[in-house]
Protein backbone atom coordinates (compact mmCIF):
# COMPACT_ATOMS: atom_id res chain seq x y z
CA UNK A 1 0.00 0.00 0.00
CA UNK A 2 1.43 3.65 -0.67
CA UNK A 3 1.24 6.30 2.02
CA UNK A 4 -2.22 8.05 0.26
CA UNK A 5 -4.19 4.71 1.29
CA UNK A 6 -6.87 4.78 3.62
CA UNK A 7 -6.63 2.05 5.73
CA UNK A 8 -10.37 1.16 6.55
CA UNK A 9 -11.12 -0.11 10.49
CA UNK A 10 -11.09 -3.82 10.55
CA UNK A 11 -9.24 -4.18 7.39
CA UNK A 12 -5.85 -5.24 9.34
CA UNK A 13 -5.55 -7.74 11.85
CA UNK A 14 -6.62 -6.77 15.36
CA UNK A 15 -3.47 -7.24 17.56
CA UNK A 16 -4.09 -9.24 20.95
CA UNK A 17 -1.20 -8.68 23.31
CA UNK A 18 -1.48 -11.40 26.20
CA UNK A 19 1.79 -10.69 27.05
CA UNK A 20 4.74 -9.00 25.70
CA UNK A 21 8.02 -10.78 28.03
CA UNK A 22 9.84 -12.34 25.27
CA UNK A 23 8.70 -10.51 22.34
CA UNK A 24 11.36 -8.79 20.19
CA UNK A 25 10.05 -4.36 20.07
CA UNK A 26 10.94 -4.21 16.47
CA UNK A 27 8.60 -7.03 15.66
CA UNK A 28 5.97 -5.26 17.47
CA UNK A 29 6.41 -1.89 15.45
CA UNK A 30 5.68 -4.10 12.47
CA UNK A 31 2.74 -5.48 13.91
CA UNK A 32 1.38 -1.97 14.90
CA UNK A 33 2.43 0.22 11.61
CA UNK A 34 -0.91 0.00 10.09
CA UNK A 35 -3.03 1.03 13.58
CA UNK A 36 -4.58 -1.95 14.53
CA UNK A 37 -7.34 -2.37 17.02
CA UNK A 38 -5.26 -3.16 19.97
CA UNK A 39 -6.64 -5.16 22.56
CA UNK A 40 -4.51 -6.26 26.18
CA UNK A 41 -5.14 -7.06 29.78
CA UNK A 42 -4.63 -4.36 32.86
CA UNK A 43 -1.09 -5.32 32.68
CA UNK A 44 0.04 -5.43 29.67
CA UNK A 45 -1.87 -1.77 28.76
CA UNK A 46 0.64 -0.45 31.74
CA UNK A 47 3.77 -1.39 29.61
CA UNK A 48 2.24 -0.44 26.53
CA UNK A 49 1.22 3.03 27.85
CA UNK A 50 4.65 3.31 29.30
CA UNK A 51 5.94 2.85 26.04
CA UNK A 52 3.46 4.81 24.24
CA UNK A 53 0.79 2.51 22.32
CA UNK A 54 -1.93 3.58 22.36
CA UNK A 55 -4.46 0.89 23.84
CA UNK A 56 -8.44 0.45 22.42
CA UNK A 57 -9.36 -2.35 24.07
CA UNK A 58 -8.38 -4.29 27.77
CA UNK A 59 -10.18 -7.69 28.65
CA UNK A 60 -10.94 -7.15 32.37
CA UNK A 61 -13.87 -7.37 34.56
CA UNK A 62 -12.53 -3.91 36.17
CA UNK A 63 -9.94 -1.51 36.42
CA UNK A 64 -8.23 0.11 39.17
CA UNK A 65 -6.93 3.04 37.17
CA UNK A 66 -7.92 4.50 33.45
CA UNK A 67 -4.52 4.86 32.09
CA UNK A 68 -5.17 6.36 28.27
CA UNK A 69 -8.64 7.73 27.36
CA UNK A 70 -10.85 5.82 25.00
CA UNK A 71 -10.21 2.75 26.16
CA UNK A 72 -13.10 0.55 25.86
CA UNK A 73 -13.46 -2.12 28.67
CA UNK A 74 -14.51 -5.58 27.93
CA UNK A 75 -15.41 -7.83 30.80
CA UNK A 76 -13.62 -11.46 30.59
CA UNK A 77 -16.95 -12.37 32.25
CA UNK A 78 -14.87 -15.67 34.48
CA UNK A 79 -13.85 -16.75 31.09
CA UNK A 80 -9.90 -16.91 30.51
CA UNK A 81 -8.54 -13.37 28.64
CA UNK A 82 -7.08 -14.94 25.26
CA UNK A 83 -11.12 -16.71 25.14
CA UNK A 84 -13.06 -13.85 26.16
CA UNK A 85 -11.02 -11.68 23.43
CA UNK A 86 -11.65 -13.75 20.59
CA UNK A 87 -15.50 -13.89 21.38
CA UNK A 88 -15.26 -10.02 21.35
CA UNK A 89 -13.47 -10.51 17.84
CA UNK A 90 -16.32 -12.73 16.46
CA UNK A 91 -19.17 -10.81 18.18
CA UNK A 92 -17.32 -7.51 16.10
CA UNK A 93 -16.87 -8.53 13.03
CA UNK A 94 -12.85 -8.98 13.23
CA UNK A 95 -12.01 -11.29 10.20
CA UNK A 96 -8.08 -11.80 11.68
CA UNK A 97 -5.69 -11.51 15.06
CA UNK A 98 -2.22 -11.49 15.09
CA UNK A 99 -1.59 -12.29 18.94
CA UNK A 100 1.38 -11.91 20.98
CA UNK A 101 1.66 -14.27 23.50
CA UNK A 102 4.30 -15.89 25.75
CA UNK A 103 1.91 -19.11 26.46
CA UNK A 104 0.33 -20.72 23.85
CA UNK A 105 -2.76 -22.24 24.13
CA UNK A 106 -3.32 -24.67 20.89
CA UNK A 107 -6.37 -25.95 22.38
CA UNK A 108 -8.25 -22.37 22.81
CA UNK A 109 -6.80 -20.74 19.83
CA UNK A 110 -8.39 -24.14 17.76
CA UNK A 111 -11.75 -23.76 19.23
CA UNK A 112 -11.81 -20.08 16.79
CA UNK A 113 -9.74 -21.03 13.99
CA UNK A 114 -12.76 -21.95 11.37
CA UNK A 115 -14.48 -18.48 12.36
CA UNK A 116 -11.33 -15.91 12.55
CA UNK A 117 -8.29 -15.95 10.72
CA UNK A 118 -5.44 -16.03 13.76
CA UNK A 119 -1.64 -15.79 13.37
CA UNK A 120 -0.06 -16.40 17.33
CA UNK A 121 3.52 -14.50 17.56
CA UNK A 122 5.52 -16.42 20.74
CA UNK A 123 9.01 -15.73 21.06
CA UNK A 124 10.77 -16.35 17.88
CA UNK A 125 8.00 -18.18 16.83
CA UNK A 126 5.14 -17.64 14.36
CA UNK A 127 1.97 -20.15 14.68
CA UNK A 128 -0.83 -20.01 11.90
CA UNK A 129 -3.82 -22.42 11.42
CA UNK A 130 -3.29 -24.05 7.66
CA UNK A 131 -5.69 -26.04 5.24
CA UNK A 132 -4.93 -29.47 3.69
CA UNK A 133 -2.73 -28.18 0.36
CA UNK A 134 -1.51 -25.45 2.11
CA UNK A 135 2.00 -24.35 0.36
CA UNK A 136 4.99 -22.12 0.94
CA UNK A 137 7.96 -21.58 -0.74
CA UNK A 138 11.23 -21.72 2.02
CA UNK A 139 14.70 -21.70 1.79
CA UNK A 140 16.87 -24.43 3.20
CA UNK A 141 16.99 -24.89 6.56
CA UNK A 142 14.12 -23.64 8.11
CA UNK A 143 12.31 -25.36 10.81
CA UNK A 144 8.76 -26.12 11.15
CA UNK A 145 7.01 -27.93 13.56
CA UNK A 146 3.43 -29.29 13.41
CA UNK A 147 1.21 -28.21 16.90
CA UNK A 148 -2.16 -29.77 16.42
CA UNK A 149 -3.44 -33.41 15.62
CA UNK A 150 -3.67 -33.77 11.76
CA UNK A 151 -4.87 -37.41 10.00
CA UNK A 152 -3.01 -38.68 6.98
CA UNK A 153 -0.51 -35.60 7.51
CA UNK A 154 2.02 -35.58 4.01
CA UNK A 155 4.72 -33.21 4.24
CA UNK A 156 6.50 -32.41 0.83
CA UNK A 157 9.37 -30.24 0.73
CA UNK A 158 10.96 -30.94 3.93
CA UNK A 159 12.36 -33.99 6.03
CA UNK A 160 11.50 -34.90 9.65
CA UNK A 161 13.42 -34.28 12.35
CA UNK A 162 11.97 -35.75 15.09
CA UNK A 163 8.37 -36.02 16.47
CA UNK A 164 6.06 -33.40 14.25
CA UNK A 165 9.46 -31.51 13.83
CA UNK A 166 10.03 -30.55 9.68
CA UNK A 167 13.50 -29.33 8.54
CA UNK A 168 13.85 -27.47 4.91
CA UNK A 169 17.04 -29.10 2.94
CA UNK A 170 16.57 -27.25 -0.34
CA UNK A 171 15.08 -24.20 -1.27
CA UNK A 172 11.94 -24.89 -2.68
CA UNK A 173 8.06 -24.80 -2.04
CA UNK A 174 6.74 -27.06 1.36
CA UNK A 175 3.46 -28.61 1.08
CA UNK A 176 1.31 -29.86 3.87
CA UNK A 177 -1.81 -32.24 2.97
CA UNK A 178 -4.29 -34.28 5.41
CA UNK A 179 -7.22 -35.17 6.04
CA UNK A 180 -8.29 -32.60 9.10
CA UNK A 181 -10.41 -29.30 8.63
CA UNK A 182 -6.84 -27.60 9.60
CA UNK A 183 -3.56 -27.97 11.60
CA UNK A 184 -1.43 -25.27 13.61
CA UNK A 185 1.82 -25.28 12.53
CA UNK A 186 5.10 -22.92 13.90
CA UNK A 187 7.82 -21.66 12.23
CA UNK A 188 10.63 -19.54 13.33
CA UNK A 189 10.58 -15.85 12.55
Known sequence: MSSHHIVREKQEPALLILSLDDFDEEQLG?????????????????????????????????????LQSDIKLVPTDGRATAKAAMHYLLSNGYPAVNIITDEVD????????????????????????????????????????????????????AQPIGERRYLTQHDGFVTFTFNSPYLFIAEEI
Open 30 to 66: QLLEWSPTVITTPITAELLDAIGIKVDVVMADELEEI
Open 106 to 157: IETFAAFATQINIVVFSGNRKIFAINSGFSKWKPAGERMEILSEASDLMVAG
